[in-house]
């Protein structure tokens, strides 16, 4: 399931008495457009135990765009649903318009915010109430068609480069897709654990870029490091690889 982030508070008042539960999930925890199509369908489901209001939007990036100033190239289609009890609703999402970038993935989100129906039975009391209403964010990757290579075998191509000086892993990635990290793990010749990437910290690699990782380090590296990760594929799963740590990358990035 999706996590989902407490996205606004109604009705707060002096006190209160409960706080509803978030009810809607979305199928899949990334969206792939392939830009031959220039749509996909995605669904959601209600698995709660009563009707609730759902508004959904996509944006470029911008967590704080709302829906009527969020900025991209998609329409959804229906922006606004009442999803009843224990039934599912499909969000049909259209390229409506240009994609700046042509030769490798663009990343959009996708935010679906669920507004739980207010309790008659407590306002007609005179209740105080603290609603939620509950926010789910997703990444949305653009494919444009003829991309080189395959988005599957992306994470083949990244070059890997432990710089002891500053105690950090630098990943190339020459490819015009997104690779994101399940784990990233730094391993000694004897197969010890060097370092691993902390829970909290974005794992995303953007096409054609470098970046730096902080590991949390368990005791000193020590030469022939190897690095073992696994990445999220189109499905939410993982693919696990394995490269030696190279003294540089000097690989030339797609441009």
């Not at 964010?137 to 988005?151: D, E, M, Q």
């Not at 829970?199 to 953007?206: E, K, L, N, P, V």
Request: proline share 5%; hydrophobic share 45%.
């Amino acid at each position: 399931m999706i996590s989902l982030i407490k996205y606004s508070m109604a009705l707060a008042l002096c006190g209160w008495a409960g706080m509803s539960a978030a009810a809607i999930v979305i199928h899949g925890t990334r969206v792939v457009i392939d830009g031959a199509a220039g749509e996909v369908t995605v669904q959601v489901q209600n698995n709660g135990k009563q009707p609730v209001l759902m508004q959904a939007w996509i944006d470029d990036g911008d967590f704080a765009a709302t829906p009527q100033k969020a900025k991209s190239p998609f329409v959804l289609t229906p922006p606004v649903a009442r999803i009843e009890a224990q039934k599912g609703q499909a969000l049909r999402v259209i390229r409506m318009g240009d994609v700046a970038e042509r030769r490798q993935e663009s990343l959009f989100w996708l935010n679906v915010v669920e507004i739980p129906p207010k309790p008659a039975e407590n306002l007609a009391a005179g209740d105080n109430l603290l609603m939620f209403s509950f926010r789910t964010r997703i990444k949305v990757f653009y494919r444009p068609a003829g991309l080189a290579g395959t988005a599957a075998r992306a994470h083949e191509q990244l070059c890997f480069s432990y710089d002891a000086a500053a105690r950090k892993l630098r990943v190339s990635n020459p490819t015009p897709y997104h690779i994101t990290f399940r784990s990233l793990l730094l391993r000694r010749a004897d197969g010890s654990m060097a370092g691993e990437l902390p829970s909290r910290q974005d794992r995303m690699i953007a096409p054609a870029s470098e970046r730096a990782f902080d590991l949390q380090l368990k005791g000193a590296p020590s030469a022939g490091l190897a690095v073992h990760y696994s990445v999220i594929n189109d499905f939410g799963g993982d693919t696990s690889g394995q490269s030696k740590s190279a003294a540089s990358c000097q690989q030339k990035l797609a441009s």
